[in-house]
């Protein structure tokens, strides 16, 4: 469209940020700029690479996945009922990309953090960056994921309008992979092997609020993806070929603004500090490291302590802990509830001591939404600033911020001309 970006990521490239990742597993550092969230290619880069969406209404799917498949993606994305790309594959595909945007004459600046944004007479005309250095722009799109916390901040701090909205918490599940496939395929012995490890998927309505399985990666691993200190936060991922000994998923109560009457003092941002809160107190729960509490599901049901622990996909390891006496207690009985009753889905192999929870999942989307106009995708009180994919609460994964943004460059085009 004849337009020049100038993408500014917080982290390192892909090659740089594994080594923090490397640092993140092994000692347990947090680079709070360079994680599983923040580095080039935001989260998407080191994660399962899920590429099915709800939002196909939104815009052109198949221009998403065929984008993708241009800079190395397998072609069985285009056809495949729920594609995904794979933790190994992805990093490849994101440099691809950057190699494309630089050859079109884009910049892409690294290790540079936004503190500051450039306001002038309503208008957003650039930012600044950790060293004090401003970058001109004629638009900017905050295009920022869940949990640059630091941008909502900044963003009322500057007197911007944010919204509060509902969001979800809870656990990951482990299973060992072969519980679930026999569940799905029924067999008795290991599955087929030109089949592949089985997901799984369900939802309840447990005492007024949806329960549901989230992010699920079959064959898949547990990982860090605290974004500071003192806090402990765990995500799920695949390889392309998701032959790992281990199925999990996020199991995760909705959060509605009712409650969080208990943080209200903090106005927008109560969700937020829920978050925090709960993060925090899940390091605390696993010895003040990025070693994660866990229970076993039928011990955790049962308000027991587990005297022993199953083997686990999370590398930086799993600590014995009563998740049953600390997690909130409206999130904690509706998990209670809600394992039961996905085992009369599953016939009997859902609640089981071969599986355990491990803590928390406290990320599945963003606590606050930044407003935009509907017809210009501008914020309604700053001309020439964007809010888009999941940061500004427009998006749930790769697909739907993909299509987001592309709908954001679009009218960026238009209202510049």
């Not at 209404?57 to 998403?64: C, H, S, T």
């Not at 994305?77 to 490849?92: E, F, S």
């Not at 250095?133 to 941008?151: C, F, K, M, Q, Y």
Request: hydrophobic share 35%.
């Amino acid at each position: 469209m004849g337009l020049k970006p100038i993408v500014i990521e917080r982290g390192k490239d892909v090659s740089n940020r594994r080594k923090d990742l490397g640092l993140l597993h092994r000692e347990h550092i947090v680079n709070p700029d360079s994680n599983y969230c923040f580095g080039e290619g935001g989260a998407g880069t080191y994660s399962d690479g899920k590429l099915y969406t709800r939002s196909k209404k939104r815009g052109d799917l198949n221009r998403v996945l065929d984008i993708l498949i241009e800079h190395g993606a397998q072609l069985d994305i285009r056809v495949d009922a729920h594609p995904h790309i794979g933790t190994n594959k992805l990093p490849k595909i994101i440099a691809n990309m950057r190699k494309t945007i630089l050859e079109s004459g884009g910049e892409v600046l690294f290790d540079t953090r936004v503190e500051d944004i450039l306001i002038k007479s309503g208008k957003a005309v650039g930012v600044v960056d950790q060293n004090g250095n401003a970058i001109e722009a004629v638009s900017i799109v905050l295009a920022t994921g869940h949990s640059a916390r630091d941008i909502f901040y900044l963003l009322h701090a500057k007197g911007l309008e944010l919204e509060a909205k509902a969001f979800a918490m809870g656990v990951r599940v482990e299973h060992p992979q072969p519980i679930i496939d026999k569940l799905q395929y029924h067999c008795e012995g290991p599955r087929d092997k030109n089949l592949p490890s089985a997901p799984y998927s369900a939802v309840e309505q447990i005492n007024g609020r949806g329960v549901y399985s989230f992010c699920m990666c079959p064959g898949g691993f547990i990982v860090p993806a605290a974004t500071a200190q003192e806090e402990l936060v765990i995500n799920g991922m695949s390889t392309s070929t998701r032959d790992s000994r281990y199925a999990n998923s996020g199991v995760v109560v909705e959060i509605e603004l009712e409650d969080l009457k208990p943080y209200e003092k903090h106005g927008v941002f109560a969700g937020l500090e829920y978050q925090k809160y709960l993060e925090n107190a899940a390091w605390n729960a696993g010895g003040r490291t990025q070693t994660a509490p866990a229970q076993r599901i039928v011990d955790f049901t049962e308000g027991k302590m587990s005297s022993e622990l199953n083997d686990c996909s999370y590398i930086p390891g799993i600590q014995s802990s009563p998740m049953h006496e600390w997690l909130p207690k409206h999130i904690g009985k509706r998990l209670r509830k809600v394992f039961k009753a996905f085992d009369q889905k599953m016939k009997g192999y859902y609640y089981t001591n071969e599986a355990q929870i491990v803590g928390v999942e406290s990320r599945t989307s963003s606590p606050i939404k930044i407003p935009r106009d509907a017809t210009t995708l501008q914020h309604p009180q700053c001309e020439g600033l964007y809010p888009s994919g999941e940061g500004g609460g427009y998006a749930g994964g790769i697909v739907s911020a993909a299509i987001d943004g592309e709908k954001v460059a679009e009218a960026i085009a238009k209202n510049l001309n």
